[in-house]
């Protein structure tokens, strides 16, 4: 008699089949759609931070890129990037950097989207200095800078999202969904 597995699997239902039809669907459509978002940071060293921009992104569903790219290293990459940023089709820019952190300032001389400011630590001054750095810009070229380190890159992507929510009302139902989960005490 042949032998009947225990754990053969029952076929899919109709309804589960199709969640995961649509589900696959959606994953699809953000790969293929353009991305609104940008996050830029300037070493390696700051790649682990920024993923939490990555993260939050990616529970919204935001078709972003990233970059990485110094503007002391890289000082014509960069302008070439904030030149063409909008052109491009991307809404917000989301630049974290360590140190001196220049990179947003730089980004945001070049361009009139908005540019959110993550400082990183990293020196002898655990992110002190790239704060200040960002958050001091002179009058006339605006940096939104969030906190320092990992809640900073969250609530980048947080704050870009919301300024997307502006003209999609779609993202709004999400964030106010945030906001019951962070009642609940969920964390992001
Ligand atoms: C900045 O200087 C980077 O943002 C980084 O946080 C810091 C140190 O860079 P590495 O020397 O680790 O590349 O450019």
């Not at 959110?116 to 800078?145: H, I, K, N, R, W």
């Not at 320092?148 to 919301?162: R, S």
Request: proline share 6%.
């Amino acid at each position: 008699m042949p032998r009947v597995s225990k754990r053969a699997k029952k076929p899919a239902s109709r309804s589960k089949r199709r969640t995961t039809k649509v589900k696959a669907k959606a994953k699809a459509d953000r790969k293929s759609s353009k991305p609104v978002v940008a996050i830029v940071y300037a070493s390696t060293s700051d790649e682990p931070v920024m993923r939490e921009c990555e993260h939050v992104l990616e529970q919204f569903g935001i078709p972003h890129e990233q970059h990485l790219f110094s503007a002391h290293r890289q000082p014509e990459k960069t302008a070439a990037f904030a030149q063409n940023a909008r052109k491009r089709g991307l809404r917000v820019i989301i630049a974290g950097a360590g140190m001196a952190a220049h990179l947003p300032g730089v980004i945001a001389s070049m361009t009139t989207l908005p540019v959110l400011g993550v400082p990183l630590c990293g020196s002898a001054f655990e992110g002190y200095d790239s704060l200040l750095s960002m958050v001091q810009m002179p009058g006339g070229v605006p940096v939104g800078t969030l906190a320092v380190g990992k809640a900073g890159a969250k609530n980048a992507a947080l704050l870009a999202i919301q300024i997307l929510a502006l003209s999609e009302p779609g993202l709004v139902r999400k964030l106010d969904q945030l906001k019951r989960n962070l009642e609940a005490g969920e964390k992001i």
